[in-house]
């Protein structure tokens, strides 16, 4: 098919939409290592892990083997209402790098919540409304998570409590009016409304918060409070599985135009987005199918692919919850406030984690200044102000078009656009002001923290 | 065709997307009444307009009979970088309002400069840099303008300075950042940097500013500096002509699922987004084609079309620019710095103006808290954070949505989602805190602004 006829914005029609979530792991020869409590050392059963998380997406967390779970209609019709999201042809991007390569993009950014994570939120949301739950505590960092996390629980009248990272909390501030149009409590963390909060606290007065420590104190609200659960929005095997929406649709996307990727580009916090993005061009590459060259982007300062070791780890600061085997820097581990480009999660996805170790996918670190010169660049050519969480996508799938510019590939690049970046100004200011700094960890910083991994 | 064949979101394929603008001023037996000289009383000649706008635009305005102007191909690819826009079915708002009508909206939000304006930004930046311009300088009052042009301009390689009203700019800190993303210059408005200004200030020394006073200080800056122009995002014949986009996709895609609308609803500032809305249903109106309810919606705190007087005025503060024939508060008018809404300007397009004069299309003016109401409303039904002047609309589609469940009628309401409210959170938080007011201007304050009408 020639490229001309490609339009600049893919849209699959409704009855287009995936029908059902695609798991991952049943392709997977070696499965993700189980959760494991962290008091016997053993994997955490269902009846444990049903105090945490709804009895429906527990089973969605520990199936490995079941390649296709249907998407509820009431799901189904909720998604309608920002689905299917466009898979853009950046021709202008093209253009402007003067590049062989086609590069692609699946544009997440097009609803309130500004980010991909509503398709899981929305999914959560119902399983804890069918289950005749009153509420759902979370936490969040950038705010993308709890704002949608508001609007699921919004629309299906669901109480929503969200532990938002303090630092955050302070560079974002409109991101929690949005959460309170939707009717959402935000309280930054760490707080003095949890045990593991106000210990943490006392230990470190002036901190500015983490995903991790949120997350403790959400995770102790949930299950100290009847008629709530916890819910999260990356790094567990469910929220890959909703995820996968979005690899379901580009590969639609892509099939209906004859266009085979060549590289798959997404950005790499906790792993929802990339792992979402990936699903089934990563299952077809586990059954010899097809060969992709996937690329997870990680903030360096915050590199847990590249830098962190695969190990059983808490996936809190606290401590409470239970241990995941991912590549990790160390739960004690907390990015400096001054990075802004989210993916700040001390983890990655088990999923992920057990599919980097066995080869399938390779993972690069960039750097913040050098994000947000990506970031400007790419606003300006293609008219999409991007969420910093983005930006690192955007920089490498530049890095690589370029690449293809010297040897004179025209190779199909796809990358994920996640969100956009309209509660990241105060970052984008810095950016502008040139009052932006790197950040990166010394090897003493990742070493003093990798020493505090838990013995299994 | 029955209702549940119609999808959630209507998006026509890019080359269902209109090849030239439709220019109601055809159709219309009473002609908008000329621009005119405020010295001589003569309406304004080609020659003079040319001093102020581009060459292409001022033909663009002073054409009253040419039915459809191509857009030209350089324009038509970066509206597909954002364009076609969703025609939405609001079905779960109908569901919530349970109401027997049908509600569609057009929403123009999907976009960085989070609203329409982008439609005519890009078309009158493309005919600067074809004039062999350099740069060009406007307003903007709530940011959506300078931000849609500063995107048009960063595009095509122009210079952009923009006078952003200082209430708005205090208000919305971020949108100068994203302004300053595309390169735009922003200065606050009034300002030292120009006569008017400097004169205003001297005269109210603590005034917030307004639209009127900063397209003063535009148009000095454009006409006292070489290869500059002056260009506007509403009021203006030109500006509807490039809008009538938003309307010929909105009738295209209506037109797809044989669906005849009852009644079309759209907020009114300047005009721009109404007019364009409304352009090719008003055209078959007014041919006797087809009949419409048409409406315009206005702030109580700056309401024109209802409080105002149809006349001669000067589109500006500072007495500059020439004068048209609108409904006018006078051009001294400045709405409260508490009204947050939007649609801020004293007069309105001298299309819309006569056609409302002529009995085409009815007006109502709503109260800013109420605004405030139905965008939350809205937000958590339909899932999108409205701007505040979008709201205006929803809030009169959601009335005349439940005067159909009294009346059991199912009309067809359309109504025009003209952007998103993701840089109006100061707003949200003072709805939220309950401290916004309606701040109504009393019939002694319109009296005094209309009694410095000039004569013409």
Known sequence: MKTNEIPYKIYLSEDEMPTAWYNVREAMKNKPAPLVNPGTGAPMAAEELEGVFCKELVQQELDNDTPFIPIPDEIREFYKMYRPSPLVRAYCLEKKLDT?????????????????????????AYYAKQQGLKGVTTETGAGQWGTALSMACSYLGLDCKVYMVKCSYEQKPFRREVMRTYGASVVPSPSETTNVGRKILAEFPGTTGSLGCAISEAVEVATSTPGYRYVLGSVLNQVLLHQSVIGLETKAALDKYGVKADMIIGCAGGGSNLGGLISPFMGQKLRGEADYDIVAVEPASCPSFTRGKFAYDFCDTGSICPLAKMYTLGSQFIPSPDHAGGLRFHGMSSILSQLYHDGYMRAVSVKQTDVFKAAEYFARVEGILPAPESSHAILVAMEEALKCKETGEAKNIVFGLTGTGYFDLVAYEKFHNGEMTDNIPTDEDIAASLAKLPQV
């Not at 062989?100 to 959560?124: C, D, M, R, V, W």
């Open 100 to 124: 062989p390569a086609h590069i692609y993009y699946k544009f997440e950014g097009n609803n309130t919540s500004g980010s991909h994570k509503l398709n899981s939120a929305i999914a959560q």
